[in-house]
């Protein structure tokens, strides 16, 4: 490394996650680059212990650590499950890592973590999280989803693909920026705008109508709009370079909301813990409240008659329907109790 720290913002990481071939090993070397030519250090860590070459130095490998080939022979496992046996060996020495990090925190703008292609190897295990709540436990930490634009021109790929990016923020509680990569073969305009306006990407739906999947997707696309509010996007060519401004731009902007996040997230574990003591202190009766709550989740959860028929009207109507489906709970009354002394024998009283 031949940079030197800027010293003026504190080290910021970024895990680099994505489906497999979205280009995150491309965009990892490309933004070091970039961030070597204005002079800001990066420190790069990659935990993909199946990857054979990749196009820049790491100064931390969990290959060097793990034998992928041996963990797949010695526990007797198939490609993914090695490799998740690996990632999980490697989270048992993550102080040593957040350690080492720490130790260059003084020289390094920005340490950049490169993740399996798998991408639910990382971000559904127990590893990942160990992993990415370690970091952040000491740097502001964010999520950069890279997207391979190119296979996300269908508004059913998009919305699956956004689903897992929403999914993954909301698991890891981690401000996620969503990278639309792979800009020199296709433009990523159509995705910026179904992401900015539901309509447009209604219109593009429009050619699907009548397909059980199209109004699955329309529907998907609406409980995202919150989702799409918070996070950022951007648009790069990790190839070419293009829109690497952007994208730095978006990761500053991001690692700045990391404290409201954080916050938010000891907000909603105080408020938990504040409503358990008092669920304790009150007895059964509320460990019931809990339960009946709990089994309200499930059943607007559940497909129904209802929100099946939902799923083929037009979504203008969105409203009236929702109210109707609150309505349909009441009527299920008799369900509804079956469905509470089911939970109420099963669940724990503290639950
Ligand atoms: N044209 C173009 N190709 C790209 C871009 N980014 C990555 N690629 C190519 O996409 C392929 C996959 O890139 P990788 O960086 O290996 O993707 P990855 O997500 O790390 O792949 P896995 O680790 O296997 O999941 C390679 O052939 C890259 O050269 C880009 O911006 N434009």
């Given at each position: 490394m ?5 010293n ?22 490309r933004?070091?680059?970039e ?10 860590v990659?935990?993909d212990?199946?990857?054979?070459q990749i196009?820049y130095?790491?100064?931390?490998d969990i ?12 526990f007797?496992?198939?490609?993914n ?15 040593q890592?957040?350690?080492l990090l ?10 950049v ?9 990382f971000?559904?295990?127990?590893s990942g999280?160990?992993?990415a709540?370690s ?10 989803y890279v997207?391979?634009?190119?296979r ?9 693909n ?6 993954i ?6 401000p ?5 990569n792979k800009k ?12 900015n306006?539901?309509?447009t990407f209604d ?9 059980y999947s ?5 529907s ?7 989702f ?13 370079g293009?829109?690497?401004d952007?994208?730095?731009?978006c ?9 409201s ?5 000891n907000h909603?574990?105080?408020k ?13 009766s ?7 709550q709990?089994?309200?989740?499930k059943?607007i959860?559940?497909?129904t008659e209802?929100s099946?028929?939902?799923t083929?009207d037009?979504?203008?109507q969105?409203?009236?329907e ?9 009527e299920e ?7 509470l002394?089911?939970?109420s024998t099963s669940?724990?009283?503290s639950?």
């Amino acid at each position: 490394m031949t940079t030197t720290h800027s010293n003026t913002t504190s080290t910021i990481a970024c895990l680099v996650i994505g489906m497999a071939g979205s280009g995150k090993t491309t965009l990892v070397q490309r933004l070091a680059a970039e961030l070597s030519t204005r002079d800001l250090c990066t420190y790069l860590v990659n935990l993909d212990p199946a990857v054979i070459q990749i196009p820049y130095e790491p100064n931390v490998d969990i290959r060097d650590t793990l034998n992928y080939k041996d963990v797949q022979v010695e526990f007797q496992l198939g490609p993914n499950g090695a490799i998740l046996t690996a990632l999980n060996l490697f989270a048992t020495r993550i102080d040593q890592l957040v350690e080492l990090l720490e130790s260059r925190e003084e020289q390094v703008d920005t340490f950049v973590v490169d993740t399996p292609g798998q991408v639910e190897v990382f971000t559904w295990s127990s590893s990942g999280s160990i992993i990415a709540e370690s970091i952040a436990s000491s740097f502001p930490t964010i999520l950069l989803y890279v997207v391979d634009t190119p296979r996300a021109t269908k508004p059913l790929t998009f919305v699956s693909n956004m689903i897992y990016a929403c999914s993954i923020m909301y698991r890891m509680q981690l401000p996620l920026v969503v990278v639309l990569n792979k800009k020199d073969l296709v433009s990523t305009e159509f995705a910026q705008q179904w992401l900015n306006d539901f309509d447009t990407f209604d219109e593009a739906m429009q050619q699907l109508e009548g397909d059980y999947s199209s109004n699955l997707a329309r529907s998907m696309a609406l409980a995202m709009e919150e989702f799409y509010r918070v996070i950022s996007c951007c648009s790069i060519s990790a190839a070419t370079g293009e829109g690497m401004d952007e994208l730095w731009n978006c990761i500053q902007k991001a690692a700045k909301e990391f404290s409201s996040f954080r916050n938010e997230k000891n907000h909603i574990s105080m408020k938990q813990e504040a409503a358990s003591s008092e669920m304790q202190s009150q007895g059964a009766s509320s460990s019931q409240e809990t339960s009946r709550q709990r089994i309200a989740k499930k059943l607007i959860c559940q497909p129904t008659e209802q929100s099946k028929q939902i799923t083929q009207d037009t979504f203008l109507q969105r409203d009236v329907e929702t109210t109707s489906l609150v309505e349909q709970m009441n009527e299920e009354e008799e369900e509804y109790q079956a469905l509470l002394n089911q939970f109420s024998t099963s669940w724990p009283s503290s639950q």
